[in-house]
Structure formats: structure tokens, C-alpha cells
């Protein structure tokens, strides 16, 4: 979209961030003929669209180019701690704690601050003599590009954001209810370690140093989605031990009763270390955070590292990422420790991990780097080369040891574009799926129940802004909007189970469209695909819900509603295991199309089973063929 801005006049901009901003505006009388107002987010807009407010939405300054040059910067600050500029005195034990920050975490602290730089500074290149008025928090931006500009601070004068893991978003299952929770980092960490510590205990499941066994670590798994992988493996003369510090091995009642079926042992800090090994920790604490500060004061390196288009964020960010050491340093310290203990303790064999970016999954391939791992694929990414600047979410090129993929299009994928060897890839299959072969699939009833599955609106590959979440509620509504005309037809939907606040967002915007639809945000995926006759995936991100994977798995006929222009081919595509449509495409046809069109539902059945044939190596089995693989270590 092309803006038209006249730079020959003096004028004033505000520019509206959240919502105590726009509450301060809409509670002064500004004289808004002479001022040119800018959303920057879909709930600020839709604010002043209520309030009938003319404004311009500020991320229609930015092209693909930009987007893509976003997500390129952040990805390039991933390993800032290990440049020639920073000290190397914040060592412990051979490790550099600044490196221990969860990369997930920090990408999007990033994205987010750098999605506001570029969008911030392209919108005031079309300005001059301008005055500004925003938040302190958009001001701090905006300094770090132009000294020239006047500016008015309205809003806050602090502006610090939270990373996402200082904040906990679950839901805890009591009874058969799901009860969803947000805690802080700290009060969440104080309920894990107090019911791991209180049930471990009832239900003997605290690993013994004792048990002289050799030993396989599951570093953050669900025991729940790994059932077939853990019964295989108990099978073996090798303890199964759960190291879970993020999140938590005991999850409900069905996750003690597969530890111990199984006898899985968890093992935590707060459990394994002894009491002079804790007391020794706050000592070092006190080094270290010294350091930290001493650094974060003579700052001239951050300068010069932190760079985009030949200015600093620096500024931007200095604040929280101090904020986020000082609050963790002591976790940081205790985890090395713990870790040292482990592999001392343990007699590892092996290891597994689902990444490589989490602060426990670091700390321990960094100690145990003479001890083979292994990295387990577990989400349906059907990467194409075309996308190959996003899929960071594995990161396999860093995995130095073996790679357990579902199977040869992902292998083919990182051969060729990755240029990882084949020596280094296992196709061993989905291990959290082979429960799916094993199901009933056979649908009793003749009513029609279509499961829609809305994907989220994600900001970590920098795609996302407001015209995306405005084009995202209009397909809504023209979706229920041509369900509610089709006769004799019941639906659900199935939200992810996360409670970020743009899933949130999404689920206001069904219930705005009609309160009496069902919404499913904590159920079992699996119950609900089995129980649908027909699935609608709305595909809102550039790579597909690993809940599509699912839905051919269970022999389903899926509408695969596109939210974006691109024409990437993936492989299920290819194969025309789904329907994919545009989001502009006539929807009642299709719609009518997958309904009842009983030989094209039959063709697509067909097509999804000879593709997940193709996608997913040992269908049923992977668990039994990786539980080989680990005892053979």
C-alpha cells in the first residue's frame, strides 16, 4: 500500500502503541484536523475505528523487503555473546553464562523492538518538520535514528517489555477440567518444584543415584505425547530419566501414571543437589552479578554489535536483557552445577532433545558434549526452499550429533538445502504419533461435524500486522457465514492450546461472530479430529499446524483455507492430500465441495494416506525403531 504524506508542512503526528495511549487521547481534546494519527497494532486500530477516529495504520509503511530484512537482523544477533567485542570474564566453569539465554526468548525480544525500529523509522522518512507525540517507549526508538525531531512524551515514562518466559501461560487439568493459569516466572517455578518435590516422593519417582544402570535423558519432554517411545524403551536394561526445568514432567494424574508405569525417574536441581552445593551458589552469584553490571555499564561494545541500517538499538534493548541476567543469573549458575553433577552421576549413555535453543537443552550439550544426542523433529514443518530463511526452529545446522527426522522429505529438505550429511539424519518416524495408527477411525453417526482449526497469529517471523488480522476476521465471518447457510451440519473449533494474547484475540473474534459457538481450547486433538467428519485449517502462518499432519493421519478430508498471496508448494499440496484455497476464493463452492462430494472426499483421503506414506518414515512403529536406536548407545 502506498502512503501519500505532504512533507512540505509543519505538522503534528501521534502515534498510538497501546492501550493507555490511546486512553490518554481519547481523554484530551486534541485538535485533530491538524494532526495525522497512526495505529501501530490491530487492537489500536480497531479502538479508533470504534471511536470513528481517521488515522493510518503505521505498518503500511513496511514491504516484503522489510519483513524479510526484520527477521534477517534478528537472526544474525542470535550469537552476539560469543563476538571478539564482549569479555570473556562472565565464564563459569567453561561455559559463557550470557550464552544461556533461551535463543526462542530472544528472538522475540527482538522482533519485536526491531519490527518497531524499521516500521518507525521508513514512516518518518516521509516526514519533516514534524512534531511528535508518543509513548517514552516509541521515543527511545525513534532517538536511536533521528536527534532532529521535536517530541512530547505521552503514556509511560518506563517502558520495559517482559520476555516471553516471565510469564507462564498453561492450563492445569483437576478432575477432568481444564484450568487455565498464568503465573510468574518465579511463582511458577515455586509451584513446579513444590509438587514435583511433594508427588515425586508419594509415587517414588525422584531418580536414585543408586540405580548403577546406564542412563538415557529426555531433556523436556511430555511424557503424555511419548507413551509408545517410553514403553519400548522401559523394555531395555536402561534407566529413563526426565530432566524437565521449563516445563513440568508431572503435568496431571495420566502423567504420573506413565512415569511410573513405565518407571520414568524425573530429576531436578531443587531434588538432586546437596545442601553445601546450594549454599555454594549464592557466593558465585555475587561474582558473577557484579560482572554482569560492571559490563552492562562500560556498554561501548553493545553499540557498535547491536547495529541496523547504521544506527543502535542498543538502547533499545539494554534495559530488559539486564533485567532478564540479573533476574537469572542464580538459575543460570545452579543449572551449570546441576549439570556437572549429572554427568558424574548419571553414567549417561545418551541424550534427546526437541531444540537446541532452551537454557536446558544448552547447558547440558554444552557439558555433555563428549556423550552422543540425539535431536528428535517434532513439529510438521514440510519446509520448502523458498522458506528456507524461517526455519530456524530446529536449528539443525548446529546439532553436532544425529538428527532423528519423521522421515525422507524432511531429510531431503536438509540434505539439499542445509547441506547436512546424510550420516548425520535418522529417519526413524514420528514417535507421538504412532497412537494415531492405531485408532478407530470409523465415523458411526451420518451427521456432518466439521472441525475448524484457526491457526495463530504468530509475531516471531515478522509477517504479522494488521492488515493480516484484518484479513483474518473477515475470513471468519465469511466462513461462518456460509457454515450458517449449509442445513444439518454441526461445528467446533479447536483453538491452540496456548494463551498467548493473539490466540485470545482470535477466540474474541468467534465469539464476537456468534456466542454460541463451541470452542474447544484444551481438549484432546486427537478426540476432537476423530469425532469430525470433515477439517477446515485456516493457514494463518508460513508453515502448516502440525495438526493438519494429524487430520490425514485419522483418514480426514481437510479444507485448507490460505490466509496469505504466496504460492509456495508444499509437499502435501503437491501430492493434493488437502484442498487448499485462497482466502478470496469462492468459499460456499469449496466448502460444498469437501461436504458432499463423496468421491472427491474419497480422493482426498487417498492422497493424504499415500502422502503421510511419504512424510512420515516406519508409520506406527517410529517409537519402537528410536527406542532401538537409543539402547544401542
Known amino acids: 500500500m502506498i502512503i501519500l504524506i505532504n512533507k512540505e508542512l509543519t505538522q503534528k503526528i501521534l502515534f498510538l502503541e497501546n492501550v493507555q495511549d490511546f486512553e490518554i487521547f481519547n481523554n484530551n481534546s486534541f485538535d485533530t484536523d491538524n494532526i495525522d494519527v497512526f495505529s501501530f497494532n490491530i487492537e489500536i486500530h480497531n479502538l479508533c475505528e470504534s471511536k470513528k477516529i481517521n488515522h493510518k495504520i503505521a505498518e503500511d509503511f513496511l514491504d516484503k523487503d522489510d519483513h524479510d530484512k526484520i527477521y534477517k537482523y534478528v537472526t544474525s544477533f542470535y550469537n552476539w555473546h560469543e563476538h571478539d567485542s564482549i569479555p570473556k570474564d562472565l565464564e563459569f566453569e567453561g561455559i559463557n553464562l550470557l550464552s544461556l539465554f533461551d535463543t526462542a526468548e530472544l528472538h522475540h525480544l527482538l522482533i519485536r523492538e526491531i519490527y518497531l525500529f524499521i516500521t518507525l523509522k521508513r514512516l518518518l522518512e516521509n516526514f519533516s518538520n514534524v512534531e511528535i507525540l508518543a509513548n517514552s517507549h516509541l521515543l527511545k526508538i525513534i532517538k536511536c535514528f533521528s536527534d532532529n525531531t521535536k517530541s512530547i512524551v ?144 562500560h556498554d561501548e561494545a ?7 541500517e547504521n544506527y543502535s538499538i542498543w538502547p533499545i534493548i539494554k534495559d530488559t536483557l539486564l533485567q532478564v541476567y540479573k533476574e537469572r543469573l542464580q538459575d543460570y549458575i545452579e543449572l551449570i552445577i ?13 541424550m534427546i532433545s526437541l531444540n537446541v535453543f532452551g537454557e536446558t537443552e544448552k547447558t547440558m550439550l554444552k557439558i555433555n558434549d563428549k556423550i552422543p544426542s540425539i535431536l528428535l523433529e517434532h513439529g510438521f514443518t514440510n519446509y520448502v526452499p523458498e522458506l528456507s530463511l524461517f526455519d530456524i526452529s530446529n536449528m539443525y545446522p548446529l ?63 515478522a509477517i504479522y500486522d494488521t492488515r493480516l488480522f484484518l484479513k483474518y476476521e473477515m475470513l471468519l465471518k465469511k466462513l461462518f457465514s456460509v457454515l450458517k447457510s449449509i442445513p444439518n451440519i454441526s461445528y467446533l473449533v479447536k483453538l491452540h492450546p496456548s494463551l498467548q494474547k493473539n490466540n485470545l484475540y482470535v477466540k474474541n473474534i468467534i465469539q464476537k461472530i456468534d456466542s454460541n459457538i463451541i470452542i474447544n481450547q484444551f481438549s484432546n486433538i486427537l478426540d476432537d479430529i476423530q469425532s469430525s467428519s470433515i477439517i477446515i485449517n485456516i493457514f494463518t502462518e508460513l508453515f502448516p499446524s502440525t495438526a493438519l499432519l494429524e487430520g490425514l493421519l485419522l483418514k480426514k478430508p481437510i479444507l485448507n483455507l490460505c490466509l496469505h498471496d504466496y504460492d509456495y508448494e508444499f509437499e502435501f499440496e503437491k ?44 508409520p506406527g512403529t517410529a517409537s519402537q525403531k528410536l527406542a532401538s536406536i537409543l539402547n544401542s548407545f
Not at 518466559?165 to 518444584?193: A, D, E, M, T
Not at 532423528?404 to 536438509?414: F, N, V
Not at 485408532?439 to 516471531?460: A, R, V, Y
Open 338 to 350: 546441576f549439570c556437572r553433577k549429572i554427568s558424574k552421576k548419571l553414567d549417561l549413555s545418551c
Open 154 to 297: 505521552i503514556g509511560d515514562s518506563k517502558h520495559i517489555f517482559s520476555v516471553p518466559f516471565q510469564q507462564y501461560s498453561f492450563s492445569f487439568s483437576f478432575l477432568g477440567i481444564n484450568i487455565p493459569i498464568k503465573l510468574s516466572r518465579n511463582s511458577y517455578r515455586k509451584i513446579k518444584n513444590f509438587v514435583e518435590s511433594t508427588l515425586g516422593r508419594i509415587f517414588d519417582l525422584w531418580f536414585s543415584e543408586k540405580k548403577l544402570k546406564k542412563s538415557v535423558l529426555f531433556l523436556e519432554f511430555n511424557p503424555e505425547q511419548y507413551t509408545d517411545l517410553f514403553n519400548h524403551l522401559s523394555k531395555t536394561k536402561k534407566n529413563i530419566v526426565l530432566l524437565n526445568t521449563r516445563r513440568p514432567a508431572i503435568w496431571n494424574f495420566n502423567s504420573i501414571k506413565l512415569l511410573k508405569k513405565f518407571n520414568c525417574k524425573i530429576i531436578t536441581p531443587k531434588y538432586f543437589l546437596s545442601k553445601f552445593e546450594k549454599n555454594s551458589i549464592s557466593k558465585i552469584l555475587k561474582k558473577y552479578d557484579k560482572k554482569i553490571e560492571n559490563l552492562w555499564i
Open 399 to 461: 546439532f553436532k550429533d544425529k538428527i532423528a527426522l519423521w522421515g525422507d522429505i524432511q531429510k531431503d529438505y536438509l540434505v539439499k538445502q542445509k547441506n547436512i550429511s546424510n550420516e548425520k539424519i535418522l529417519s526413524v518416524g514420528s514417535p507421538r504419533h504412532d497412537v494415531f495408527f492405531n485408532k478407530n477411525i470409523e465415523i458411526k453417526n451420518e451427521s456432518i461435524t466439521i472441525l475448524i482449526i484457526p491457526g495463530q497469529l504468530d509475531e516471531s517471523n
Open 302 to 308: 553493545f553499540f557498535n554489535l547491536f547495529t541496523i
Open 575 to 618: 501430492d493434493k492430500a488437502v484442498l487448499s484455497v485462497k482466502y478470496n476464493d469462492n468459499l460456499k463452492i469449496n466448502i460444498e465441495k469437501i461436504l458432499f462430494d463423496k468421491n472427491f472426499q474419497s480422493l482426498l483421503i487417498n492422497n493424504g494416506t499415500q502422502h503421510t506414506k511419504r512424510y512420515l518414515s516406519n
